[in-house]
């Protein structure tokens, strides 16, 4: 291990352990453009042709776009609320931390995340339909809110070990409280910021299970409910399913393919923490 | 000013917890409060004591979902952590493609859960027979996931798949954290690779080791979007977990209030198996 020499065997390893990983999303491109017929012969082999009809239908017949959309923009008020508010929220925590009231507030936060979603779960969907919740900014406000519970925990940990001095300083110029944290905190917490608004946009992006419980209007779905709720209509056409499927997933693997060093390197400092 | 700073302090502090109590810790108690009670989801109720909690011990479906979800996230847990060990010290030896690799396999991570689980569905149900077949292979000819005793074995596997991402990265940390030398100063002593990772490696990634295991049981004992997408329970109910079994019963069987009862049932085994892992691994990582 002490010379520089490049490993081959370990490389060699690992590059065929990606066929693991990559066979799967091989199928899942290929199919997509293939039609029922050419699913009889070999499945491994390259589409005939690499026409986009199989795309268009499945667009039309789960109202892609509006899924799409739905997406985009739980994901995108998701984060912004998440990454400003938790960030304030932790903030008052970290700062008051010598006093009971908000030492109780912490460990209520974080002891939160032990509590499995299923026991929430009834009697959410019950409240939030009583109150006309059940769409899309209901979805936005749960998300956030949920979020404090980890979020205070990452965030609050990075705010104590911000110096005290730095925030003085502004307050002997003027600052508010208010000004301090969006002037001179908010900025520093760039690093955990990125972190937090990269697991948020994932689990946002990604979940299944509460819209599929909170959400009754067809209209909202988000990309991972249409999947589910068009399963049964796909089940004879695998071609126009992983069509369906190539194009939500492609947003996402999008974003990682130019992000991918920051969204590794945020999953991690969230994580260790 | 003193006074001033605490009120913006306190203006930030009571919407968080307001919200946070309604939206969270209020369906919660609610939950406890009609686990008491014969509540179907709608109309009248009326108190029945530990009636519920009785029943789900006696309730052969629950505990097959109990008996499923542990077999399940324990063999899911412990194929996950070796697999994500074995690729993050391959990613931390000197390779060529290092960048490359590693965001091949974290990948897996950032894509959703259940159009995975559909793509995999579709692999064990024509993809694999088809291979079976044309190799003739016997073994593969059948889709694991109509097969009652076998179908558990393919929600690990894409479990497996999907979640090794997350923990080889976490592992990844952990690694590059051991100085170069540690290992040069064994192997002077002569020391293989077997000793250098049970001797090096191993007790200085102990606290990685810990936060997987914790990590990735919790999540595997709520497994949910997996199954909905390879078997939806079956076939029968031999893949239903404890998630989906309180979906099922909650919302479409009627059976709120008992499926509350098993919530926070379910609730206090996942507290205390984090507990007790969190406790006997950290006693590990003192020791080595």
Same mark, same amino acid.
């Given at each position: 291990m002490s010379n520089k020499r490049t490993n081959w065997p370990v490389t060699t390893l690992l590059i065929v352990g990606t066929l693991l990983i990559l066979l799967p999303l091989y199928l899942t491109i290929t199919i997509a453009f293939k039609t029922p017929q050419e699913m009889?012969?070999?499945?491994?082999a390259l589409p005939k042709s690499w026409s986009l009809d199989n795309f268009t239908q499945a667009i039309e017949m789960t109202n892609f776009f509006n899924a799409l959309g739905n997406s985009v923009f739980v994901t995108i008020f998701v984060v912004i609320f998440t990454v400003l508010t938790n960030s304030l929220v932790a903030y008052a925590i970290a700062r008051n931390m010598h006093k009971k009231a908000y030492k109780f507030l912490f460990y209520y936060f974080v002891s939160a995340m032990f509590i499995p979603f299923p026991i929430i779960m009834l009697p959410i969907v019950k409240q939030t339909a009583a109150w006309g919740m059940d769409n899309l900014v209901g979805l936005i406000i749960l998300y956030v809110v949920f979020n404090l519970s980890f979020n205070t925990f990452i965030y609050v940990g990075y705010i104590r070990s911000i110096p005290k001095e730095l925030e003085e300083a502004a307050v002997i110029d003027g600052a508010s409280t208010w000004g301090v944290f969006w002037r001179v905190i908010f900025p520093l917490l760039a690093p955990m910021n990125a972190t937090v608004a990269i697991i948020t946009c994932l689990g946002a992006w990604n979940d299944f299970m509460l819209p599929l419980v909170m959400l009754s209007d067809r209209d909202m779905a988000t990309l991972p409910l249409v999947q589910y709720i068009f399963q049964s209509q796909f089940s004879t056409n695998y071609n126009l399913a992983f069509a369906s499927y190539i194009m939500a997933l492609a947003p996402m693997i999008i974003v990682y393919i130019f992000a991918q060093k920051w969204i590794i390197s945020g999953v991690m400092k969230g994580s260790i923490k | 000013m003193m006074n001033k700073k605490n009120y913006v302090y306190m203006i930030i502090a009571i919407p968080a917890f307001i919200l946070f109590f309604i939206f969270h810790t209020y369906p919660a108690l609610q939950g406890i409060f009609y686990s008491f009670t014969d509540w179907k989801g709608y109309g009248d109720w009326s108190f029945v004591g530990l009636k519920n909690y009785l029943n789900v011990f006696k309730d052969e479906r629950a505990l097959d979902a109990y008996g499923f979800t542990f077999k399940f996230a324990v063999i899911s847990t412990i194929l996950v952590n070796i697999f994500s060990l074995l690729i993050a010290m391959g990613l931390n030896a000197k390779i060529k493609f290092h960048k490359t690799l590693r965001a091949i396999y974290f %990948?897996?991570?950032? %894509?959703s859960i259940l159009i995975v689980g559909f793509i995999f569905n579709f692999i064990f149900t024509h993809f694999l027979p088809g291979i079976g077949e044309s190799l003739g292979i016997e073994f593969l000819?059948?889709?694991? %996931?109509?097969?009652q005793k076998l179908a558990w074995l393919g929600i690990v596997l894409v479990a497996v798949w999907q979640s090794v991402a997350f923990n080889t990265i976490l592992y990844l940390a952990g690694l590059v954290t051991i100085p170069e030398d540690l290992y040069e100063a064994a192997s002077i002593d002569g020391a293989g690779i077997w000793r250098k990772f049970w001797n090096i490696t191993f007790p200085l990634i102990a606290p990685f080791f810990t936060i997987n295991m914790v990590l990735a049981m919790k999540n595997f004992l709520m497994v949910f979007d997996q199954i909905v997408a390879l078997t939806g329970g079956g076939p029968g109910t031999s893949t239903e977990s404890i998630s989906l079994l309180i979906y099922r019963g909650g919302f479409e069987g009627g059976e709120f209030a008992y499926q509350s009862a098993n919530a926070v049932i379910y609730f206090i085994v996942i507290v205390v198996i984090s507990i007790i892992q969190l406790k006997f691994l950290e006693k590990r990582e003192a020791e080595s």
């Open positions: 009889a012969g070999n499945l491994l | %990948l897996p991570y950032i %894509l000819t059948k889709n694991i %996931l109509g097969d």
